[in-house]
């Protein structure tokens, strides 16, 4: 993961374990330098201790440099961001859970108003995190008879049963390209209250699908459900020009099924990836960007995807491989893994066009309203308005 690449590329400051150091992350807003700790207790602020904090700055900056390095290639737009639709980064608030430190992908679901879904990368267990969309824990979901070997990312679409929105848990990763065989596990997705207290539970009724790649085993950190064809998409992580791949559906529960290659992109480092719930729309995230692309009704991905993408409002995160649609296509939200000593956060960027339309008239400032309405999802500037949901019509893709 980029977390491994930042402590390379930095060795023995991964906290207070191997050199006694740790820097906490200042809250947001506060103007005051970060105080350096040995274990959990303060020590004296001195002069040396100004020196290891340049040292850190300088060292964080350099972690960004080696992950703008691993990029590699971007679009041929040159990453410039034309006629963007999106607004500035919302820090929505640390992410509450504190076993949530490797966040390797990032769902909103579309049947439970204001809960999003994550899991950690490999080591962690089968088992995913409902939170809420300001980063309160939810709980722990335990999926049975699903194994879990390197989860990059998770989606929500739906699948067998009509009217019943599934989680979709990538086992894709493979850093060393030796898998010939990757899948996805397929469950039910429960209610969750996102007012509720945190309870920690099992799922059933998962399905294991396996796959594998046309052209041989690859790295693969992004999972896709399209909502309307039922499809699933995979992109490759590690090729100059990054591979799209496609498990048409009905996916085969049994047996091992061939992915279809669709095209490749001029991306390197796709780490996370999802389409928004009206189908139309489509993003990928790198270490260093997201990038967007946009459909017609009558439209393939695979024309589409053929298009130049346009890049998007991002700030890079040291350690960031999640990306994911609002439920109500309303913007998208990022979730950085913890490093550093930096916590776990979880940022949202808004619609611009969706929010000036639906809030009020009169109000300060579009943006502010909307920053607003993320900030208490239940209560929109507006009291015509409600932010989408399952069944709640609208689109707001459309002028």
């Known amino acids: 993961s980029v977390t491994q690449v930042i402590r390379t590329a930095f060795p023995g400051l991964s906290g207070p374990s191997q050199r006694g150091l740790q820097v ?10 970060p105080r350096p700790e040995r274990g959990h207790h303060l020590v004296p602020w001195t002069p040396a201790s100004w020196s290891v904090v340049h040292r850190l700055v300088l060292r964080r900056a350099v972690a960004v440099c080696v992950i703008a390095w ?8 040159g990453g410039r961001i034309e006629n963007p639709e999106f607004g500035a980064r919302v820090d929505l608030g640390k992410v509450e859970h504190p076993s949530i430190r490797e966040a390797s992908g990032l769902a909103a679901s579309r049947g439970n108003r204001n809960v999003l879904w994550t899991h950690n990368d490999s080591g962690d267990g ?16 335990v999926i049975q008879d699903c194994a879990a070997g390197d989860w990059e990312d998770i989606a929500v679409g739906p699948g067998p049963d009509p009217g019943i929105d599934y ?52 790295d693969a950190e992004a999972l896709m459900v399209d909502p309307l064809s039922r499809d699933l998409y995979f992109v490759s992580k590690r090729e100059p020009r990054v591979r799209v791949y496609r498990a048409a559906y009905p996916q085969a529960t049994t047996g091992v099924s061939v992915l279809e290659a669709v095209t490749t992109l001029p991306l390197r480092y796709v780490v996370a990836g999802d389409i928004s719930a009206t189908g139309r729309e489509l993003l990928l995230k790198t270490y260093t960007g997201i990038y967007y692309w946009r459909r017609s009704q009558a439209q393939t991905w695979a024309a589409a ?8 409002p991002y700030v890079i995160e040291v350690a960031g491989e999640s990306v994911c649609w ?10 950085s893994e913890e490093a550093l000593g930096v ?18 008239a009169g109000s300060v400032m579009a943006d502010r309203c909307r920053v607003q309405a993320m900030r208490s999802r239940t209560v929109a500037p507006n009291p015509d308005w409600q932010p989408g949901s399952r069944g709640s019509g609208g689109d707001p893709t459309r002028a």
Not at 182 to 188: A, D, E, F, H, L
Not at 305 to 312: C, F, M, Q, S
Not at 326 to 335: E, I, P, V
Request: with cysteine; charged share 20%.
């Open 24 to 33: 906490r992350d200042p809250d947001p807003g506060h103007d005051k330098a």
């Open 70 to 77: 691993l990029q590699g290639c971007a679009p041929a737009s």
């Open 126 to 141: 089968n088992r995913v995190y409902a939170l809420s969309t300001t980063g309160q824990h939810l709980g722990i979901y």
């Open 167 to 218: 989680l979709y848990v990538g086992n894709i990763g493979d850093n060393r390209g030796a898998r010939a065989n990757r899948t996805v596990c397929r469950v039910p997705e429960p209610l969750v209250d996102a007012r509720q207290a945190a309870v920690d539970t099992v799922l059933t009724g998962a399905q294991t699908l396996q796959f594998r790649y046309p052209d041989g085993a690859r």
């Open 305 to 312: 995807l053929a298009r130049p993408p346009r890049a998007v």
């Open 326 to 335: 609002a439920a109500d296509s309303a913007g998208y939200y990022t979730l």
């Open 343 to 360: 916590p776990a956060r979880l940022y949202f960027y808004p619609r611009l066009r969706w929010a000036s339309r639906n809030c009020r």
